[in-house]
């Protein structure tokens, strides 16, 4: 089936305390992507990637860091997570620029 | 640059009763358009899309949307909605050439009976 995996789905955390989502897809896309969503704000790009090793800022970095090593994972690390980066988070592929995304389940962090 | 703006963060209907939910885009080049539904505690799932061709686009559910360059819109109906269309839906765009998919901050769907 063909699908973008996140995990964890739910993690509660501390504030200064480093981790990582991961986000991996099946479909041998070449373009992923995170966002944020958050309430009357809808979904905001963090960082996108074009395909392995090349990565772009999107509207919202600041705070967020992500590599891409393997065509299908696209983790997103948070160094040193703050409370304004408690939200829902989700990753996306498509398999070029001008198609549907495919998005994963969210994952709903809260930093405190 | 490219943005969309979807009218209402809210909009109630009653069951059986016609869905409209309203996108406006600005793009510079000849766009891409997605209308995405997202249930409680679930991602987004795509409803449909325009990309080239004809401007009447149908997608699942009984959902359809109609490009209209002229406007800038790319309005979202449904003839007659039922309770398990409550759900929050957002548009979102491309701009040709353009890698980036915008998204609208999105539209709560109430239904009622």
């Known amino acids: 089936e063909a699908q973008v995996t996140q995990n964890p789905r739910y993690l509660i955390t501390v504030t200064g305390k480093k981790l990582t989502v991961t986000c991996s897809q099946n479909?041998?896309?070449?373009?992923m992507s995170w966002y944020r969503q958050d309430p009357g704000l809808g979904l905001r790009q963090i960082y996108y990637?074009?395909?392995?090793?090349?990565?772009d800022k999107g509207d919202v970095p600041e705070g967020y860091k992500v590599s891409r090593k393997e065509k299908r994972n696209f983790p997103l690390i948070l160094e040193s997570p703050s409370p304004n980066q408690t939200s829902l988070y989700f990753c996306a592929s498509r398999a070029n620029p001008n198609t549907e995304a495919f998005f994963g389940q969210g994952t709903r962090l809260t930093v405190v | 640059a490219q943005s969309v703006t979807q009218l209402g963060s809210h909009v109630s209907v009653s069951e059986g009763a016609l869905v409209l939910l309203r996108c406006n885009y600005s793009s510079s080049v000849p766009p891409y358009l997605f209308w995405y539904v997202q249930y409680p505690n679930q991602g987004l799932q795509l409803l449909l899309k325009?990309?080239?061709?004809?401007?009447l686009v149908k997608g699942i559910n009984g959902f359809e949307a109609e490009f209209k360059k002229s406007e800038t819109s790319f309005h979202l109906t449904k003839p007659s909605a039922h309770m398990s269309d409550a759900a929050e839906y957002f548009c979102?765009?491309?701009?040709?050439?353009?890698?980036?998919?915008?998204f609208g901050k999105g539209t709560m769907l109430l239904v009622s009976p």
């Open positions: 990637s074009m395909n392995v090793e090349v990565t």
């Open positions: 479909m041998n896309h070449e373009y």
């Open positions: 325009y990309t080239t061709g004809a401007t």
């Open positions: 979102a765009v491309i701009a040709s050439g353009y890698s980036t998919l915008t």
